[in-house]
């Protein structure tokens, strides 16, 4: 189990050039992925945090959240998701699949240092 390693389903590349910093100066690594298939097959590896963009187009955000939730041996990994402010039937979906923490993109790219440092156990 690597715990200072994160999982990501990002498209966005402002969001992976943010998530690559703020993990180097947490001493973390960055592992990211494209489709639901790589993501479930990568969590087992135990990352300390999954991040998913809830808008990505390449994957079923909310259908994954609640694969890795109902897998017990997954079911504790921490899944943080963002998604645009105006989304709010979105995040709540992801909140009921059992996502851990849903944020607005603009709160999420404010609080990612913060966040990491906590899942970083720094």
């Known amino acids: 189990m690597n715990n200072k390693k994160i999982l990501a389903l990002v498209s966005d590349l402002l969001f992976t050039v943010k998530i690559n910093e703020a993990a180097r100066r947490?001493?973390?690594?960055?592992?990211y992925v494209?489709?639901?298939?790589?993501?479930?097959?990568r969590a087992k590896e135990q990352p300390s945090l999954i991040i998913m963009d809830l808008n990505i187009s390449s994957a079923q955000?909310?259908?994954?959240?609640e694969t890795l939730k109902s897998?017990?041996?997954?079911?504790?990994v921490s899944?943080?998701?963002?998604?645009?402010?105006?989304e709010g039937e979105l995040k709540k979906q992801a909140h009921d699949a059992g996502c851990d923490l849903v944020m607005a993109?603009?709160?999420?790219?404010?609080n990612l240092a913060q966040i990491?440092?906590?899942?970083a156990g720094a």
Do not use: G
């Not at 899944?79 to 105006?86: D, F, K, Q, R």
């Open 105 to 110: 993109r603009s709160a999420f790219s404010q």
């Open 79 to 86: 899944i943080l998701s963002y998604v645009s402010h105006i």
């Open 34 to 41: 494209k489709t639901d298939e790589d993501l479930i097959a």
């Open 116 to 119: 990491l440092k906590r899942h």
């Open 61 to 65: 955000p909310i259908t994954l959240i």
């Open 71 to 76: 897998d017990p041996a997954l079911k504790s």
């Open 26 to 31: 947490n001493a973390m690594s960055v592992e």
